[in-house]
Nanobody, 121 residues
């Protein structure tokens, strides 16, 4: 059973950068990130296929966030640049064994516990 452990969250000023990491134990296929701000629905952020040939981003983060993975370390990263106050949320790593599901929340069968990202304005 794949377990996911996120790290790298914290407090940053608007315009700053953070890099989130998600270490997966066991084999994982496509992976991604979702986030949930207080009082809001959980939303898709980014996803990457197992072969790395597919990536998807939410419109709100395109051009600012980059998802990547290190297969040797079984780790996926989310580089977040030009952070905005509205990026404040708990960020969850997700994984799916099998085909690429992109932004489909219900398509993922493994979720991490989340890491808090707070952007001060």
């Amino acid at each position: 059973q794949v377990q996911l452990v996120e790290s790298g969250g914290g407090l940053v000023q608007a315009g700053g950068s953070l890099r989130l990491s998600c270490a997966a134990s066991g084999l994982s296929g496509s992976m991604g990130w979702f986030r949930q701000a207080q009082g809001k629905e959980r939303e898709f952020v980014a996803a990457i296929s197992r072969s790395d040939d597919n990536t998807d981003y939410a419109n709100s983060v395109k051009g600012r966030f980059t998802i990547s993975r290190d297969k040797a370390k079984n780790t996926v990263y989310l580089q977040m640049n030009s952070l905005k106050y509205e990026d404040t949320a708990v960020y969850y790593c997700v994984a799916k064994t099998g085909g690429y599901v992109g932004s489909l929340r219900d398509g993922y069968d493994r979720w991490g516990r989340g890491t808090q990202v707070t952007v001060s304005s």
